[in-house]
């Protein structure tokens, strides 16, 4: 199971940390993505980081997000920076599968159940 | 990047019609391909993974196929908790991309 938190309603230029704590596996030991869905749009992936621990993101969240983990806490983090209103949207992490340490997932499940996200003034 | 295109981007349909979705990849992925169902305030679910098998747990009225750059959902008979919005993803690469989706609705 997957918990998002963190969603808020913040400022364009802002910064905001969203949560995913997991519980019956190991964060540390799968793949572990963030993809958001705007109100009313599809889905859009934003970044992964591996089990082995490469990270990667959609060019427009590059420089500007960062995913990590907390092995002790087991939940994954999306650190957000310079937040545009473009950037408005539910986030939801999920756990990947398929693959191997160095080359990512191949499908995303389970997903969590998505945090809020406003950017507006 | 690879962009995904489904078609069609929403569809009506009837309880017991059997439906196609079909996905098409802007270069060829082999079979990194799945098919998610999201349906309204839900977080998405996987249903499809590998272009053709079938997640646990997923009723065997889904399907997929495919291969390259063309790839099929298909429900052979819909039920009522079919009627939802569906997504193919690929996995080619790791800069993921998923269709616009199509929303299946009740006719």
């Known amino acids: 199971q997957l918990v998002e938190t963190g969603g808020d309603l913040i400022q364009p230029g802002g910064s905001l940390r969203l949560a995913c704590a997991a519980s019956g596996f190991t964060v540390s030991s799968n793949h572990m993505s963030w993809v958001r869905q705007a109100p009313g749009k599809g889905l859009e992936w934003v970044s992964v980081i591996y089990s082995g621990g490469e990270r990667y993101y959609a060019d427009f969240v590059k420089g500007r997000f960062v995913i990590s983990r907390d092995n002790s806490k087991n939940t994954l983090y999306l650190q957000m920076s310079s937040l545009r209103t473009e950037d408005t949207g539910t986030y939801y992490c999920?756990?990947?599968?398929?693959?191997?340490?160095?080359?990512?997932?191949?499908?995303?499940?389970?997903w969590g159940q998505g945090t809020l996200v406003t950017v507006s003034s | 990047d690879i962009q995904m295109t489904q078609s069609p981007s929403s569809l009506s349909a009837s309880v017991g019609d059997r439906v196609t979705i079909t996905c098409r990849a802007s270069q060829s992925i082999g079979s990194y391909l799945n098919w998610y169902q999201q349906k309204p305030g839900k977080a998405p679910k996987l249903l499809i993974y590998a272009a053709s098998n079938l997640q646990s747990g997923v009723p065997s009225r889904f399907s997929g196929s495919g291969s390259g750059a063309d790839f099929t959902l298909t429900i052979s008979s819909l039920q009522p908790e079919d009627f939802a919005t569906y997504y193919c993803q690929q996995s080619y690469i790791t800069l993921y991309t998923f269709g616009q989706g199509t929303k299946l609705e009740i006719k």
């Open positions: 999920a756990r990947g599968s398929g693959g191997n340490p160095w080359t990512g997932p191949n499908w995303f499940d389970p």
